[in-house]
């Protein structure tokens, strides 16, 4: 437990130093959200009120923000983020069905943490290659396409033991 403590409190001074470098600066809410979904993972309430705090704004502006803008979390996320497209060219040809195969994998539910803390399985709208569907995105450039169910354990394996 002390080391979790020791931990945010140096992210908590690594958020500080960042906010130091760039506090002359007008609209600096977005990088600073940004900043400290680096360093935290997510943005949990007690981080949304320590920016709120340290920028000197209401805590209702800076949810407002995070809540907004679909690139920031409210809740953890696994250190492995599979996105499974589910635009129509995907679907209709089985995304639901791969879907459904990682978070039976995984024994987790959609855009939840693994108990493992790994992986966190998230169902999109589009990820734009539709010529490839059904297509899976694993963290920001890993992408599969014309994926099959069969094919989930062995893409699951490949990040398990960090290939």
């Not at 709120?52 to 953890?76: D, H, M, Q, R, W």
């Not at 450039?141 to 893409?155: E, H």
Request: charged share 30%; aromatic share 10%; glycine share 8%.
């Amino acid at each position: 437990m002390l080391e979790t403590c020791e931990k945010h409190a140096e992210l908590y001074k690594e958020l500080d130093d960042y906010i130091e470098s760039i506090k002359e600066k007008k609209g600096i809410l977005i990088n600073v959200l940004h900043k400290a979904q680096e360093l935290f993972g997510w943005l949990p309430k007690e981080v949304q009120d320590y920016i709120a705090e340290k920028l000197n704004i209401p805590t209702s502006t800076v949810y407002g923000v995070v809540t907004f803008y679909n690139f920031f979390s409210t809740k953890p996320k696994g250190k492995v983020q599979i996105k499974i497209c589910l635009g129509t060219a995907c679907y209709v040809k089985g995304a639901d069905r791969i879907l459904d195969r990682f978070l039976s994998e995984l024994d987790v539910k959609e855009s939840e943490v693994s108990k493992d803390g790994l992986f966190s399985v998230h169902g999109v709208r589009c990820l734009g290659a539709c010529s490839m569907a059904p297509v899976v995105l694993i963290g920001e450039k890993d992408f599969y396409g014309k994926v099959t169910p069969d094919m989930v354990p062995s893409i699951i394996k490949k990040y398990k033991e960090g290939e």
